[in-house]
């Protein structure tokens, strides 16, 4: 930042996946998921706080979600119909709109790194399976059995779909409303969006994609424009759901494109995207501005969420009603996390 610069008061926003969360949920596991969310958030802002950059930031962040059991991103990653993870991320940079994704990933521990690793030192923006993996070894990554990103959790909800008998992947117009109903077991794909001091916007994202998705599929959230979008000339946004409807209508990328084409706010244009691109059920997506706050908004009964601003502002929540969280440990956690 030049001594001319002027200095953006930092924000951040992330997701740990969206769906039909059952209100009825153990009190213990609700507080599970915002203690982890808190948690990371808090890492996060005490970053940004500390004037460290957005990539650095969205990428430690999404590091730490795709570590914890509870989120299907790395370790807790949702089984494809073969019982296996294979798991996908991206990230973009706002500033120079450069992008790394990877996907069909069935041994790196940390996909979001890898992206990073492909944005900044590859001339490609998409690296897949071998190739994909040969690079993270190359790159010095840690490398684990596919088995490491396995919980219980996840081969029950596998178990579930096949003893449900016919997939939901037959149905071309499936949503996440109505099935996968308890906490855990909707999508909680992972996602973060930072504006640091420079004003620089990053969006990241990782998932293990859906539970019982065909061998070799794809989805939305490697996909530039589709799961993940960022440009400092709008918004950077992460998307959770339905990956094949985000990826019909490049949700992320629309809500950049009605702020730059059509003078939308932030607000308006996620809100827009929602109701007019997706249908009820599909997803939600988290963004925030070159100014002001972040937004988070869904179409599904529920999303895993948590968000903090320099103005002092931070809160969990995984339904509508939202729980502020006490700012002063921000910087401390940062450190603690660091040792
Ligand atoms: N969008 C992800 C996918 O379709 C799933 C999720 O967001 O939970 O792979």
């Given at each position: 930042m030049s001594?001319?610069?002027?200095?953006?008061?930092?924000a951040?926003?992330?997701?740990?996946?969206?769906?039909?969360?059952?209100?009825?949920?153990?009190?213990?596991?609700?507080?599970?998921?915002?203690?982890a969310l808190t948690r990371v958030l808090?890492?996060?802002a005490g970053r940004l706080a500390a004037g460290v950059a957005s990539l650095a930031v969205a990428v430690e962040v999404v590091s730490l979600l795709e570590d914890c059991p509870l989120f299907n991103a790395g370790h807790g990653a949702v089984r494809n119909e073969l019982g296996l993870h294979e798991l996908e991320a991206c990230v973009m940079d706002g500033v120079n709109l450069r992008s790394g994704a990877v996907a069909g990933l069935t041994r790196v521990r940390n996909p979001?790194?890898?992206?990073?690793?492909?944005?900044?030192?590859?001339?490609?923006?998409?690296?897949?399976?071998?190739?994909?993996?040969?690079?993270?070894?190359?790159?010095?990554?840690?490398?684990?059995e596919n088995s490491w990103f396995s919980t219980p959790r996840r081969l029950e909800q596998l178990e579930l779909l096949r003893r449900e008998g016919a997939s939901r992947f037959q149905d071309p117009e499936v949503?996440?409303?109505?099935?996968?109903?308890?906490?855990?077991?909707?999508g909680s794909t992972v996602g973060c969006v930072v504006r640091d001091t420079r004003g620089d916007l990053v969006a990241a994202t990782s998932t293990g994609g859906l539970t019982g998705k065909w061998a070799g599929r794809v989805g939305d959230t490697p996909f530039v424009?589709?799961?993940?979008?960022?440009?400092n000339m709008s918004c950077a946004v992460s998307g959770t759901g339905i990956?094949?409807?985000?990826?019909?209508?490049?949700?992320?990328?629309?809500v950049a494109a009605l702020m730059?084409?059509?003078?939308?706010?932030?607000?308006?244009?996620?809100?827009?995207?929602?109701?007019?691109?997706?249908?009820?059920?599909?997803g939600g997506l988290i963004a925030v501005s070159a100014t002001g706050p972040v937004v988070m908004e869904m179409n599904t009964p529920g999303m895993y969420r948590a968000c903090a601003h320099e103005a002092g502002v931070a809160a969990v929540g995984i339904w509508t009603q939202m729980k502020p969280i006490l700012m002063e440990g921000a910087a401390a956690s940062a450190e603690m996390d660091r040792a």
């Open positions: 001594a001319l610069q002027t200095r953006t008061p930092w951040i926003a992330l997701h740990g996946g969206a769906g039909a969360i059952a209100k009825g949920t153990e009190e213990s596991e609700v507080e599970a998921y915002e203690a808090l890492h996060g979001i790194e890898l992206a990073r690793h492909v944005m900044t030192d590859s001339p490609h923006a998409f690296l897949i399976g071998a190739g994909a993996e040969a690079f993270a070894v190359r790159r010095g990554l840690t490398m684990v949503s996440l409303s109505g099935e996968g109903g308890s906490v855990g077991s909707g424009g589709a799961g993940t979008y960022a440009s990956g094949e409807a985000f990826m019909r209508s490049l949700a992320c990328r629309e730059e084409h059509h003078g939308m706010s932030l607000q308006a244009a996620v809100e827009r995207v929602l109701l007019h691109n997706l249908k009820p059920g599909d």
